[in-house]
């Protein structure tokens, strides 16, 4: 196959403090940086023009629906999706021009590794492989509102690269609870609309094991006071989840 040409897309809201490492990050590697922003009020606009990127707006759809409507729009079949607050590293860049040389398969993942208040996750929520590069003829975003994934068939041919993402998690705990707080509101209502059922059971024992996996299995004790608080926090992630869920069915009850 010749060497194929790469749309990279970033979906963005009120991201002036992260988008230029990431976009800084796609040049060399992408043919293509498209945002899809939803509306930002902050400088995202100003500084992603100035960067010279293609730049379009959309009303917000959710994670899934908006990427998918961000991969319609490039101009290249082939797609690197980034977050806005990641970036790539050296050697994922290296391993990404390599593949453009010679594409062999239909999805391509990745490890992200996190920084939390600047220092390196090696262990809890390592390596957290994601796809992030495929060919969007193949394959499409789930509809999930928060947490989505790349939809695979049975005949689709996958590969693992063993290079990272960057993820600077937040800049503060303020922001990281933040964040897991809306999370937790998008993912309860994922759920709801998929008629899960909450119980008592999963909001007890899902932040639980939420703890152990990230802490002890995945020995994010390692990561010292770091991986401690990363790990309580995703667990209170999940404890939020399950309890907003409740908290959906009943609203649903008393209408």
């Known amino acids: 196959m010749d060497k194929i040409k790469l749309s990279a897309i970033i979906i963005t809201h009120n991201e002036e403090k992260d988008i230029q490492e990431c976009i800084d990050s796609l040049k060399g590697v992408a043919d293509e940086i498209l945002v899809v922003d939803s509306f930002s009020a902050d400088k995202t606009e100003e500084i992603c023009k100035n960067s010279g990127v293609r730049f379009l707006q959309h009303e917000w759809e959710g994670y899934g629906k908006q990427k998918n409507w961000g991969n319609q729009q490039a101009a290249h079949d082939y797609i690197l999706s980034l977050d806005a607050d990641e970036r790539l590293s050296d050697e994922l860049k290296e391993a990404i021009l390599n593949i453009k040389k010679n594409w062999q398969y239909d999805v391509y993942s990745v490890n992200r590794l996190t920084y939390f ?121 999940s404890f939020l989840k399950y309890a907003k869920l409740i908290e959906l069915y009943k609203n649903s009850k008393r209408k």
Not at 128 to 144: A, C, G, K, S, Y
Not at 147 to 156: A, C, S
Not at 209 to 233: A, C, E, P, R, W
């Open 117 to 237: 208040l600047g220092r390196k996750l090696k262990y809890c929520l390592y390596p957290n492989r994601q796809i992030r590069l495929f060919d969007r003829r193949e394959t499409r975003w789930n509809d999930n509102k928060v947490h989505e994934k790349i939809m695979t068939g049975n005949n689709i041919k996958t590969k693992h690269i063993n290079k990272n993402i960057i993820h600077p998690l937040k800049r503060s705990i303020h922001e990281h609870i933040e964040t897991l707080n809306n999370y937790s509101t998008l993912s309860a209502q994922d759920s709801f609309d998929l008629g899960k059922k909450p119980g008592i059971f999963k909001l007890i024992f899902s932040p639980l094991h939420s703890f152990i996996k990230n802490y002890f299995i995945k020995l994010g004790f390692l990561d010292g006071v770091f991986g401690f608080l990363v790990s309580i926090n995703v667990a209170h992630y």
